[in-house]
């Protein structure tokens, strides 16, 4: 199962990204676990500068903005 983190303080543009991510997911018709992670040092690990982030199976996939649901689908789309 896909494992999705989205990373951020609390922000508004956090709560925004992990609703997206959440609506992303329902649309695509995939499971995943979407786990949000608050403390900075275990953001600062994943090396981004600012906040928001999206990590997906461990990779950094976005940070600094709030993706639209369709980039997020883009996003989440298996790689052939």
């Given at each position: 199962?896909?494992?999705?983190?989205?990373?951020?303080?609390?922000?508004?543009?956090c709560k925004q990204l992990e609703h997206h991510t959440r609506e992303?997911?329902?649309?695509?018709?995939?499971?995943?676990?979407?786990?949000?992670?608050?403390?900075?040092?275990?953001?600062?690990?994943?090396?981004?500068?600012?906040?928001?982030?999206?990590?997906?199976?461990g990779k950094v996939v976005m940070n600094g903005r709030v993706p639209?649901?369709?980039?997020?689908?883009?996003?989440?789309?298996?790689?052939?």
């Amino acid at each position: 199962m896909m494992e999705i983190k989205v990373l951020g303080t609390g922000c508004p543009k956090c709560k925004q990204l992990e609703h997206h991510t959440r609506e992303a997911l329902a649309a695509m018709g995939l499971e995943a676990t979407v786990e949000k992670v608050d403390d900075i040092m275990d953001i600062m690990a994943y090396g981004i500068a600012r906040t928001p982030g999206l990590v997906v199976d461990g990779k950094v996939v976005m940070n600094g903005r709030v993706p639209s649901v369709q980039e997020i689908m883009q996003l989440l789309k298996p790689q052939a």
